[in-house]
């Protein structure tokens, strides 16, 4: 790495990126968000915008953020590619119309199980999913409803992993060159493009979300499907669903920055009464981290990792093996996809 690299990082500036990273240590956040505000409002004029909100920390934030700036005039979808937790298009779009947001619920489904079908090599996975969404299922909301800005809840972290090239974030289009009002018909706004994901924690509570969210795991841009190891199916996917769920529950009460599920794509032989069973094997991740960019395996009681592999064989159907990882990132990433 060359020297001005070197001083570029320790600035928070990533060599190929243009954005200034804000630091925890530098972040105020009641400032930052009049800051912000005030300029989604100038941005945006008398014009509309459109959000797609995923219940996510960032898209969270991001709702609020361009409420706050224009009201009525920022049009907010959740739009249900059924890769998501159990429950939550619904439980999100209710907990946004208590804070006064209204959120349409997309059924879509069919459109990103159809694009997914076959695929398993990862980059092709996100690539679908990104095409999915802009072009076949986001895109056409957006032209009906007149918008012509779009927010995206991208963090600092979604930029660097992308232009590093770990692995290709959905929602990252302009900083790879894009032009999003040519190909789209859109101007994209990230508000929070400056912060990483603990930063963002602190403008979430600050905007007044309720801790559920702003604490909740982080949870991936192409969603189940980055914990899908091989093809992703409606089959797979709730699988995977199902080990989720029961892994939030065993440690929401960990202080940990994430834990997740994810299925692998081989089976395994087990034995269940007396006889082989040739079934799936769910590897159970839990990090510690500050910034998403190194990680380490949190150290979790066994008799924790026990329950969890006893609830998972038992109650996620196929299941016959539970492992934990214990690689650091890097050389791991946090997700799998």
């Not at 269940?272 to 395996?297: H, M, N, Y």
Request: proline share 5%; aromatic share 8%; with cysteine.
């Amino acid at each position: 790495m060359k020297t001005t690299d070197k001083q570029n990082r320790l600035k928070g500036v990533h060599p190929n990126m243009k954005i200034k990273e804000i630091t925890l240590k530098e972040l105020n956040p009641e400032k930052f968000i009049d800051e912000k505000v005030r300029e989604i409002a100038a941005l945006v004029g008398n014009g509309l915008a459109i959000n797609a909100l995923s219940g996510g920390v960032d898209s969270s934030a991001v709702t609020l953020l361009g409420y706050k700036a224009l009201g009525d005039r920022l049009k907010t979808y959740f739009i249900d590619s059924g890769l998501m937790r159990e429950g939550e298009p619904e439980y999100i779009v209710s907990l946004f119309k208590k804070l006064g947001v209204r959120v349409e619920l997309v059924h879509a489904q069919k459109q990103f199980f159809a694009a997914l079908k076959g695929k398993v090599d990862p980059e092709e996975k996100r690539e679908a999913i990104t095409q999915t969404f802009y072009s076949t299922v986001f895109t056409p909301l957006a032209k009906q409803s007149g918008a012509k800005f779009v927010f995206h809840g991208t963090n600092y972290t979604d930029v660097e992993e992308t232009v590093a090239g770990i692995k290709r974030q959905h929602n990252i289009l302009e900083q790879l060159g894009i032009d999003t009002e040519k190909t789209y018909g859109y101007k994209v706004i990230e508000p929070l493009v400056q912060l990483r994901k603990t930063g963002i924690r602190k403008i979430a509570k600050a905007l007044g979300l309720p801790e559920e969210i702003y604490n909740r795991p982080p949870f991936p841009g192409p969603a189940l499907a980055a914990r899908v190891i091989g093809e992703v199916t409606p089959e797979r996917t709730a699988t995977v669903r199902k080990a989720t769920k029961i892994v939030e529950e065993e440690l929401q009460g960990i202080k940990a920055f994430q834990y997740l599920a994810i299925l692998h794509e081989d089976r395994v032989t087990g034995i269940r009464a007396g006889k082989r069973d040739f079934g799936l094997q769910i590897e159970v991740r839990c990090w510690d981290s500050k910034d998403a960019v190194t990680g380490s395996p949190t150290w979790l009681p066994f008799d924790t990792l026990a329950r969890l592999a006893e609830r998972i064989t038992t109650e996620v159907l196929g299941v016959v093996s539970v492992t934990y990882n214990i690689a650091k990132k890097p050389p791991s990433t946090i997700e799998a996809v």
